[in-house]
């Protein structure tokens, strides 16, 4: 990693150098044009903690100091006395804002969670408002060894120090060198990866680089390597990426599209997804960060900019039936392709709305539409397992059967997982056999799991639980339990006040349950309630429309391919654990109605795989008490589910 900070020092030698000698290291390595408010506030700073480090002589202090997950820098780092201290800088500032606070709070919870250097240190964040009146000193509990953000003007900055070291002493020694160079494995989530990308960040400083499994750099760059052998060779070839979920499948495609975003390249990539909620929530928070970093730009500007690497499929497919030329991109990235249409559900729906007939599936028609190109172009196909939610999506079979019957001659690469039922589906090795240039490559799986970062296990626990294997769901939860809590409760003020007490910063917390969970409504839950996904993760937590409000419910639909930090995921009757095993129900007018059809109950299956597959660092499970009165809401509808769960080693939460 490059440049992990602008400008490193001991205290002591940082209080020797002049202002205008530390300002021309920091500036260094700075890669963009340094607006006049920047440079002020780097030397407001400067002047500032050479005034208020001059007694305290002894650490090491770091300038602008990267945070790789999030695509950002601290503005100052300050180890003295084996404490990790991470100041934020408001210069000018009279007040302690609660954004400040939470962004403070995030530097350093990131650190905790993912500098080895720092794992079990003692952290504390402090927010440096420095013309605010009163300062705010008192250390809380933590829970993990990282603190509430102190609150100091520029006066409060020795005494905030100091006291901390008087009050933490006996601490573990700290070696600064080891701390520095020590290595750095963040797990962003979808959005803040998508941001860091698309601001030039390398994929590289944003993703782990664990040495036991397939990391997303080492996929990105073998992608990066055929989409380039294709182009030389003039050849047609289509990459099936497979991964467990959470593993990153997405943020690799991404990774392709942004570095390929210029349309005059000859490598051109667009980003395609059939998942409108996830295209939605990216190209706005793409467009709000753009804002935020260059204020001149025009939001409705910033949101077309980013439209034109990621794009709804559906708009790519009905662009393509009427031309007949190729598209302008040589390479394009089908998210979820799986999840693509077969031909009955793209028949259908052509039909309904007014379209050109097309009666053929979705995957053979976006083949053909990139066969159209005379030379070369690359197909990326982002395959995940499990993860089919609704009637008349493919699978991975009709991609195949596709290129067997009427592409041969393209070339392929995959896997030796791609056959395997949990990455990618139940499919056919005839049919993978009846293709003639095939080639193998382990590079294209991605077997380690980003997205419960303190959970790569939680993907296989919840395999166990939906397929009724208790003691192999409770095996799998014992691997992680103490560091990703999976709470159960009955009371749904109490879900939400765990949920609450977890999250921490800018943490994110909301409330999923099963878009055919029916009769939560009694309970406050209303599945059919509309919301927009921007609004949902994107907006902060003051607005009742966003997730942190614990107000609106998000669900399989809405959250497929996004995730949350802190998950209440609402269990309802319709995957209900009834003598032994699961029964499926769905609620039409008044009744409860049995599910016969093996498809719907996959779907059903799926859609709880999905919601229990979405907390980054724990949740707890809801699960109603039922109603004597209400025969739609028996207590034993639930009951035997409460039960059968804690067999699978949920905790019971202290309500």
């Keep these: 990693m490059t440049n992990r900070s602008y400008y490193s020092s001991s205290i002591s030698i940082f209080l020797t150098q ?8 920091i500036q260094q390595p700075h890669t963009q044009d340094i607006v006049p408010q920047q440079t002020y506030a780097w030397t407001e700073q400067i002047t500032i903690l050479q005034r208020e480090l001059s007694s305290i002589t002894e650490g090491e202090i770091y300038f602008e100091l990267l945070i790789p997950r999030m695509g950002k820098r601290a503005d100052v780092v300050v180890l003295h006395q084996n404490i990790i201290f991470v100041l934020e800088f408001k210069v000018g500032e009279k007040s302690y804002k609660a954004s400040d606070l939470r962004q403070a709070h995030d530097y350093a919870l990131d650190l905790s969670y993912f500098h080895e250097g720092s794992h079990n240190r003692v952290i504390i964040p402090l927010l440096v408002a420095t013309k605010a009146n009163d300062n705010y000193l008192t250390l809380t509990n933590p829970k993990d060894k990282v603190y509430h953000p102190l609150k100091t003007n520029e ?17 573990d020694s700290l070696d600064s060198q080891k701390w520095f160079n020590s290595s750095y494995k963040p797990t962003p989530s979808i959005i803040e990866a998508a941001q860091a990308l698309y601001a030039k960040h390398k994929v590289e400083d944003i993703s782990r680089n664990d040495a036991g499994g397939t990391n997303i750099s080492k996929t990105s760059k073998r992608l990066k390597e055929i989409i380039h052998f294709s182009n030389t060779n003039q050849r047609k070839s289509i990459c099936f990426v497979t991964g467990v979920p959470g593993a990153g499948k997405t943020l690799v495609g991404l ?12 490598e051109h990539a667009v980003f395609l997804s059939g998942n409108v909620p996830l295209v939605e929530v990216l190209i706005e928070a793409l467009a709000k960060d753009q804002k935020n970093r260059n204020k001149s730009i025009i939001i409705g500007e910033a949101r077309t900019e980013a439209k034109a690497f990621i794009q709804k499929i559906h708009h790519f497919r009905n662009e393509a039936l009427n031309e007949t030329n190729p598209p302008i ?5 089908f998210d979820e392709a799986q999840r693509a249409w077969d031909e009955k559900k793209t028949s259908d729906f052509m039909k309904r709305h007014g379209k050109p007939e097309l009666n053929k599936s979705e995957p053979n028609f976006l083949i053909e539409v990139m066969d159209r190109h005379d030379d070369w172009c690359v197909i990326i196909a982002l395959i995940g397992g499990g993860q089919e939610i609704h009637d008349g999506e493919a699978g991975l079979t009709e991609w195949i059967r596709s290129l ?24 056919d090795l005839s049919l993978l056999e009846k293709l003639k240039n095939t080639h193998v490559e382990n590079d294209l799986h991605l077997d380690t799991s980003m997205r419960s970062f303190r959970a790569s296990n939680l993907s296989n626990m919840i395999h166990h639980v ?17 560091i990703y809590p999976i709470k159960i409760t009955r009371k749904l003020e109490a879900a939400k006040e765990w949920v609450s007490k977890q999250s921490r910063g800018n943490e994110t917390k909301g409330i999923l349950a099963s878009s055919k969970a029916k009769r939560l409504k009694p309970e406050g839950i209303f599945v059919n309630n509309e919301i927009k996904p921007s609004d949902y993760f994107l907006n902060d937590r003051h607005d009742v429309r966003s997730c942190h409000s614990l107000e609106d419910v998000a669900s399989e639909f809405q959250v497929q391919g996004l995730e949350l930090d ?3 995921v609402c269990w309802d009757a319709n995957l209900r654990y009834t003598n032994n095993e699961f029964k499926h129900w769905k609620f039409r007018g008044t009744r409860w109605e049995n599910i016969n059809n093996p498809r719907d109950k996959q779907y059903l299956e799926n859609s709880y795989r999905v919601l229990l597959t979405r907390a980054r660092q724990g949740m707890v499970i809801y699960i109603p008490l039922g109603s004597d009165s209400d025969k739609t809401r028996k207590p034993a509808y639930y009951d035997e589910t409460y039960d059968y769960l804690i067999k699978c080693g949920l905790e019971p939460l202290n309500d």
């Design 255 to 266: 990774d392709i599209a942004t570095s390929n975003s210029n349309p005059e390249d000859d």
């Design 155 to 171: 006066n409060g900055i020795t005494i905030a120090i100091r006291n901390c070291s008087a009050q933490l002493n006996n601490l």
């Design 566 to 568: 802190w998950c209440l």
């Design 329 to 333: 991109e040589k390479v394009t990235i």
């Design 466 to 482: 939906i397929a009724n294997n208790s003691q192999e769901a409770k095996h799998y939860f014992e691997k992680f339990k103490l």
């Design 18 to 25: 002049s202002v205008e000698e530390i300002l021309g290291i």
């Design 404 to 427: 067997g019957d009427n592409f041969s001659s393209w070339d392929v690469y995959y896997s030796r997982k791609l056959n395997q039922e949990e990455y990618a589906g139940n499919i």
